[in-house]
């Protein structure tokens, strides 16, 4: 079984992403997976206050739980995550089984770590369709502003009906 969300963190700071995990239940109340059986992927471990970051979890060996409950296992991160980039989308187009986003992004003090664009695509009925990012580190000697290209995995490209973009780094 797949489950696919969006942590939100509203902790008032940065956090550290370091697991995300549940118990699933079948109809009768019986525990049915737990940690154990569970596969977790998200794009990046830091998170800013205020973000989003989308996730996917593998369940091994169910098909379907009546109901679940999922844990994020996070702690205070070390440096607080920048936010204060600017965005500019220059295209947001369709391609078979893709969703793209292009645009650039800027910045007025240099960024020393990192530098992640997230987009996350969503069906009309706010589900999460697909998500994806592009990644800049100090190393790549980008001038501000920088072009990025992002492209959500759609098998029916007209699914995605709305994206979120976010950045930040460090």
């Not at 940690?35 to 369940?59: A, C, H, K, M, Q």
Request: negative net charge.
């Amino acid at each position: 079984m797949t489950v696919t969300g969006e942590l939100v963190n509203n902790s008032g700071s940065t956090q550290t992403l370091n697991a995300i995990g549940g118990e699933f239940f079948d109809a009768n109340g019986t525990k049915i997976a737990g940690d154990d059986d569970i596969s977790d992927y998200w794009l990046t471990e830091n998170i800013p206050n205020g973000g989003r970051l989308p996730f996917e979890l593998i369940v091994d060996n169910i098909q379907q739980a009546a109901n679940f409950s999922l844990t994020a296992y996070a702690e205070p991160a070390p440096s607080v995550t920048r936010t204060d980039f600017q965005v500019n989308i220059t295209d947001q187009y369709r391609e078979p089984e893709y969703y793209c986003v292009d645009g650039t992004v800027a910045w007025t003090v240099p960024f020393n770590d990192y530098l992640e664009i997230i987009v996350t695509g969503y069906a009309a009925d706010g589900s999460i369709v697909s998500f994806s990012d592009d990644y800049f580190t100090p190393s790549a000697n980008l001038s501000s502003p920088a072009e990025f290209s992002v492209c959500l995995d759609d098998t029916d490209p007209s699914s995605i009906d709305r994206h979120t973009l976010q950045v930040w780094g460090e």
